[in-house]
């Protein structure tokens, strides 16, 4: 019985760990950002990280949670990832050129060179399609994968910017492509034999089910999300 509860709790206690990585990194990392970039380059790291943020939101749409849905209700996952990605790849286009165009506005407030600011800005590009891929591993219910993303997003990050503090790199440029590698790192292991989508799974579906999914009630469902 005792055996039994410890086995049930174990999912649960791991999501919580891989939840309360991220929180955990940031309070470790913010007194060593704070030592090694000081206030200015701090204010310069969050004004080149934080459109990044949004433009990877505004490009998703609101479509990883329909994925989820629909594949969570056994709905054809060929047909769902493939109007995933036409969207997600239509508003990556509409964003990244907003991006590039909005990059020389920040370049010139913040003082920083906008040809590597555009360079970590590309990690934005493959965001969205990341983001589709959670959604299907999250509809499928195999949350150890996106678990095990969180922490290492959290661990590598963690270890680059201790990495780059010890050594005495003081470059803003340097800790923002910190955070955009780490986290296409970490995304790796959706890819991998643990947390990919199995040829199984992607079969999974009801003929039933399948004639409630169309490309109106996925859009509708997306912008509702």
């Known amino acids: 019985m005792v055996k039994r509860y410890v086995r049930d709790a174990l999912p649960l206690m791991r999501s ?69 990605v036409k969207i997600a790849l239509i508003m990556t286009l509409l964003i990244g050129t907003g991006l590039f165009f909005y990059s020389a506005k920040v370049a010139e407030q913040l003082g920083t060179n906008r040809v590597f600011m555009l360079v970590i800005w590309a990690a934005f ?10 959604g299907h591993i999250q509809g499928l219910r195999r949350y150890s994968a996106l678990d095990l993303e969180r922490v290492l997003a959290s661990g590598l990050r963690v270890a680059a910017i201790v990495a780059l503090w010890i050594i005495g790199i003081n470059s803003v440029m340097a800790f923002a492509a910190t955070y955009m590698v780490t986290g296409l790192a970490a995304s790796l292991v959706l890819r991998s034999p643990r947390g990919a989508v199995t040829p199984a799974a992607l079969a999974c579906r009801s003929s039933t089910a399948s004639k409630e999914f169309t490309g109106r009630s996925f859009l509708s469902y997306a912008t509702l999300s």
């Open 125 to 134: 590009l493959p965001s969205a399609l990341i983001a589709i891929r959670r």
């Open 16 to 84: 919580l760990i891989a939840y309360a990585a991220m929180p955990a990194a940031g309070i470790i990392t913010a007194p060593i950002l704070a030592h090694a970039l000081g206030a200015t380059g701090r204010g310069q790291l969050a004004g080149i990280l934080q459109p990044m943020t949004l433009a990877a939101s505004l490009a998703a749409l609101g479509v990883p949670s329909a994925v989820t849905y629909f594949i969570g209700r056994q709905q054809p996952a060929d047909r769902v990832i493939r109007l995933a």
